[in-house]
């Protein structure tokens, strides 16, 4: 995978990699981002506790799990000390906070942006192995992350042998 520091041009993003389907690692860029800037436990408390979150009840995905719905104050108040993590779309009034990224701002690109959702947890969480029908866009603020991404190229030797589509 290619990595570059801060974002590139926008049109060498779309032809370089969305258009052939290639990823690309943006190396320290989200440090311009306003919720690098903005977001504290104490600031989205403040601004935003009132907000209704969805929380998963286990760190480890499991797509059959109840999930609890609280607010953001609650959320916060409990997630360095519970096995839970919020996984739930942006509420609108998180997404100026969120910003778009400068590759997305020209030619009508952010205008195909569908959806903005927010993974928050205290660490240690794991999805389970799965097929995005969209790309996708991730960006970490905090911490670490490890992605296992396969190339499109494998779909049918990851799907041959008991991959389960929803999980």
Known sequence: MDVVDGFIEPTKFYEEYVKPG???LFKGAAQNLPAYQLWT???LQQKH???QVQVETMKKEDRAQDVLFMS???FLE???RRDIFMVHDAPNELHEEVGVPKPFLCGGFQDNLQTCIIW???GGTRS???SDDLDNINCLLDGEKDFV???RAYKEDMEADGFVTNG
């Open 22 to 24: 290639r990823p690309l």
């Open 41 to 43: 436990d104490s600031y």
């Open 49 to 51: 506790g009132d907000l």
């Open 72 to 74: 953001m104050q609650e």
């Open 78 to 80: 409990q997630y360095n």
């Open 120 to 122: 928050f947890s205290s």
């Open 128 to 130: 389970v192995l799965h």
């Open 149 to 151: 991404m396969i190339d």
